[in-house]
């Protein structure tokens, strides 16, 4: 089989290992600066140097297709030699296999008993359901079950996913349903995350293997957008949180849904004991409006510039990867305490956790963000808007600080009074664990899992 692959960014890199090479005849781009390159060995070309008549089929591996796919049928490629990267498994012949310290196995040749657990979500991205489902993983590892990870395209966690020898799946898109189903069928229940994977869990709902769908958004266009199974014997829905509660109920009256909120692993953590001669906030999240960071800085800049001038405002994410996270890193330009660290791994973010005396979080929409979590349990105190899970814990200026979700006034207040009382939030992070330890903790999360795999396989129907 000979193909043309068109578009060398992000997607090819991630799917290239899984491609035989002496099947690509040449890599295509409209990218200009490319043409004439080789990349991993395979010379650049511009679409008018490509000869279609010498392929099977031309992939093409940018998410957004429309245009490159008139730009083909303009050249005349028929319509069916044209596929999208996401269509290509059966096509070209891949087979899904599970990645094991940079070695793949048929499921077949690495599954070996009857105590197979696979977890799967929509992205392998440190970012809080994906982490929080590793943590689930290692734990249920820990509990004695062989545990399988999947992801529906892959990220950088796959590098905390080595470091921890965690198997997995790394990009389940590409991937027939058929497939999907076969795969499915090795394990003892599968753990969904995220109503992201609703086109996987869909695929394989009609089975009677036990399938936990663990749902961690709250906003109403997800719902919307991504259609869950009709209830069913093998489907059991838990929410991470009541913001994810009410409004699946509300999409989904008279299903059956239950509260799971995640954990963290037990850690050792920091003493009380405030050691900065600058105050420190951090806001650790990905670069989206829904993470509210324009308030972050708005309201910094509505704090007196002697107060601002004692502080450091330190942002945690990659800010390259949306406009709206390009445009506001443009403001470290007249906010020079204003510190952009871009994105860490989970042993980094412990060194962040380390460093800083209060955490910022403003979402205008955050069922239960990890980060918080993360926080209260370094017995950190949290400045969070009301439109974030943790707020429903929190006691208003005794175990943290609840503002008014996009009101910069009140958060620059907030932080205001952080500064000027910094014996009083010391306190208010300790008591800030306790919230940690009564609702989060590995401990809890233990003796939950085993409810809730007792009551799968007591569910009538279920194997």
């Not at 245009?67 to 290509?88: A, E, R, S, T």
């Not at 799946?169 to 189903?181: A, H, K, M, P």
């Not at 037990?266 to 960071?293: H, P, S, T």
């Not at 860490?344 to 963000?369: A, G, H, W, Y």
Request: with cysteine; glycine share 6%.
């Amino acid at each position: 089989m000979k193909i043309y692959i068109f578009g060398t960014g992000y997607h090819y890199r991630r799917i290239l290992k899984y491609m035989n090479e002496d099947d690509i005849l040449a890599l295509i781009d409209n990218d200009k600066e490319k043409q004439n390159t080789f990349i991993n060995g395979k010379k650049v070309i511009s679409p008018e140097k490509a000869n279609f008549e010498l392929c099977d089929f031309v992939v093409i591996f940018v998410y957004f297709f429309d245009d490159i796919y008139k730009q083909l049928i303009d050249f005349g490629v028929p319509k069916d030699k044209i596929l999208h990267y996401k269509k290509i498994g059966d096509k070209i012949g891949l087979t899904l296999q599970i990645e094991f310290e940079n070695k793949f196995y048929m499921p077949d040749k690495f599954l070996h008993n009857n105590n197979n657990v696979f977890l799967g979500i929509h992205e392998f991205s440190r970012t809080g359901v994906p982490v929080a489902v590793m943590n689930t993983a290692l734990l249920l590892r820990e509990m004695g079950y062989n545990v399988v990870m999947g992801a529906m395209s892959e990220g950088n966690l796959v590098s905390e996913l080595k470091e921890n020898k965690l198997p997995y799946v790394g990009n389940l898109e590409i991937f027939s349903e058929d497939q999907w189903r076969n795969f499915v069928s090795k394990f003892s229940f599968v753990i969904l995350g995220t109503t992201c994977v609703a086109e996987f869990g869909n695929a394989i709902a009609y089975s009677n293997i036990p399938i936990i769908w663990w749902l961690n958004e709250s906003n109403e266009a997800t719902y919307q957008y991504y259609k869950l199974p009709a209830a069913q014997n093998n489907i059991h829905y838990y929410a991470g949180g009541k913001r994810v509660y009410n409004i699946f109920s509300r999409f989904y009256p008279g299903v059956k849904i239950e509260e799971l909120l995640y954990f963290l692993p037990d850690d050792i953590v920091r003493g009380n004991k405030r050691r900065n001669v600058k105050f420190k906030f951090a806001l650790i999240a990905y670069f989206e409006m829904r993470k509210a960071q324009d308030v972050f800085i708005t309201a910094i800049e509505k704090l007196p510039l002697s107060l601002r001038e004692k502080a450091e405002f330190i942002m945690v994410g990659d800010s390259s990867i949306s406009r709206y996270g390009m445009e506001l890193s443009k403001k470290k330009e007249h906010i020079p305490q204003l510190i952009l660290l871009g994105e860490v791994s989970q042993t980094e973010l412990k060194n962040v956790f380390d460093e800083i005396d209060v955490l910022v979080c403003p979402s205008r929409d955050d069922p239960m963000p990890i980060v918080v979590t993360q926080a209260m349990q370094h017995g950190i105190p949290c400045v969070v808007s009301n439109q974030v899970g943790q707020a429903e814990y929190i006691n208003h200026m005794e175990n943290g600080i609840v503002v008014e979700a996009g009101n910069a006034d009140a958060l620059a207040e907030a932080m205001r009074y952080c500064m000027e009382n910094p014996e009083k939030i010391l306190l208010m992070g300790e008591a800030s664990k306790r919230i940690f330890q009564e609702n989060f903790s590995e401990n809890r999360m233990r003796e939950k899992l085993r409810d809730i795999i007792d009551s799968v396989y007591n569910a009538e129907g279920c194997i």
